[in-house]
C-alpha cells in the first residue's frame, strides 16, 4: 500500500538530516535541511539539479538501493554517506548523512600518531648515534661492550623504521579523501623501485626478474606514494620469497585494457589460506620472529592497502603454501 503524500512529507521533515523522496528523476519532496544544503526551489525539480556529485548521481539514476560515502556536496571537504531505499515501486527515500564529527575525529587520531611519531624520533636519533659509536669502539677485550652497543643500534633501528612506517601510514589515511590528480608513469615507478631494491637482493642472494612495459598511458597518482607501495612489494618479496629453493622474485607491470597492472611475485615458502585476510591489518605477521629478523616492521601490507585505496585501485594477494605469492594491484587510467 502506497504511503500518500501528505504522510510521507510529515516523516522525512521529522529527520534532522536532510532528506528527499525522488520518483522518476526528480525530486519530489526535500525537507527543511535537504532545501537549506541544496536548494530552496528543488522540490519539483530534476534529481541532476540537486545533487550534482557524479558518483551520488550513478547511483541515484541506476535505480540501485545502498549506501555511499560521497565528498563534496555542500562543501568541497564536507563527507556523507549517501542513503538510498525504496520506499515503493517507484518512490525511494534518499538521506544524506553527516560524516564531519566522525572524520574530525579521524584527523586527530591521524594527528596524534603523527606528533607522537615525530617526538620519538629525535631521542631514537640520539641513542642509534651513542650505540654506533659503541660498537666501533668495541675491541678484543670488551667484546661484550661491542655486542650489547650492536644491539642497541640493531633495536633503535627497527623502533625508528617502524615510526616512519607510522608516519607514512598517517600522511596517507589524512589524505585518503582527496583524490591524487597528477598523472603518474607506472612503467618509471616499477623501473625506480627495482633499481632501489637492487642492493638489498644482492645482500640476500635474491636476483629480480623485470618484466615492465614500455609505453604505457599514465595513471591519475601521487608519485611518491605509489613508489613507496612498489618499494613496499618488492622488499617484501625479497625478505620472504627468497630462500635456497628459489632466489628469483618477478616483478611486472603491464596495460591491461582499461587498467594498469604492476605485480610482484616469488616462489618463497607461500603463506595459509587463514592468513591472507588479515594480511593487510597492522602488525600481523604471519611469523613474528622471521618478520623481525628480516627487517620487517609489521606495516608494509597496510601501508600498501591504504595507498591503493586513495587511489581508487584494487589489491589481490594470491599465495599457497609451497607455491609462493603473488600479490597485483591494479589502477585506472588517468
Request: proline share 5%; glycine share 8%.
Amino acid at each position: 500500500m502506497a504511503l500518500p503524500p501528505d504522510t510521507i512529507r510529515i516523516l522525512i521533515d521529522a529527520l534532522d538530516e536532510p532528506a528527499l523522496i525522488v520518483a522518476d528523476e526528480r525530486t519530489i519532496v526535500a525537507n527543511g535541511p535537504a532545501r537549506e544544503l541544496l536548494g530552496q526551489s528543488i522540490e519539483g525539480s530534476d534529481i541532476r539539479l540537486a545533487i550534482r556529485h557524479p558518483e551520488a548521481l550513478q547511483l541515484l539514476l541506476s535505480g540501485r538501493h545502498g549506501d555511499l560515502d560521497v565528498l563534496g556536496i555542500g562543501g568541497a571537504e564536507r563527507p556523507w554517506t549517501l542513503s538510498v531505499r525504496p520506499i515503493d515501486d517507484n518512490r525511494n527515500l534518499v538521506r544524506l548523512v553527516d560524516r564531519s564529527a566522525g572524520r574530525a575525529a579521524e584527523r586527530m587520531r591521524t594527528d596524534f600518531v603523527a606528533n607522537a611519531s615525530h617526538e620519538l624520533r629525535t631521542p631514537l636519533a640520539t641513542i642509534i648515534g651513542y650505540a654506533e659509536t659503541l660498537a666501533d669502539e668495541g675491541d678484543a677485550k670488551d667484546d661484550m661492550t661491542a655486542r650489547f652497543g650492536a644491539t642497541i643500534e640493531t633495536e633503535a633501528r627497527r623502533m625508528l623504521r617502524i615510526i616512519e612506517d607510522l608516519m607514512s601510514l598517517s600522511r596517507i589515511e589524512a589524505d585518503r579523501y582527496q583524490a591524487p590528480g597528477n598523472k603518474v608513469d607506472l612503467g618509471e615507478i616499477a623501473n625506480l623501485a627495482v633499481e632501489q631494491a637492487a642492493p638489498l637482493a644482492e645482500r640476500r642472494g635474491c636476483r629480480i626478474d623485470a618484466a615492465i612495459e614500455t609505453g604505457m598511458p599514465p595513471i591519475a597518482g601521487d608519485f611518491g606514494q605509489l613508489l613507496q607501495l612498489a618499494d613496499n612489494l618488492v622488499a617484501n618479496a625479497i625478505r620472504y620469497g627468497c630462500n635456497d629453493q628459489s632466489s628469483t622474485i618477478s616483478v611486472a607491470a603491464r596495460r591491461d585494457g582499461s587498467r594498469l597492472v604492476f605485480s610482484v611475485s616469488d616462489q618463497g615458502d607461500g603463506i595459509s589460506p587463514e592468513h591472507l585476510p588479515r594480511l593487510t591489518e597492522r602488525f600481523y605477521r604471519v611469523d613474528s620472529a622471521r618478520s623481525r629478523e628480516s627487517g620487517g616492521t609489521g606495516l608494509g601490507l597496510a601501508i600498501v592497502k591504504h595507498i591503493v585505496e586513495r587511489h581508487r585501485g584494487r589489491l589481490d594477494i594470491r599465495s599457497e603454501p609451497g607455491a609462493g605469492t603473488q600479490v597485483i594491484v591494479s589502477f585506472p587510467l588517468a
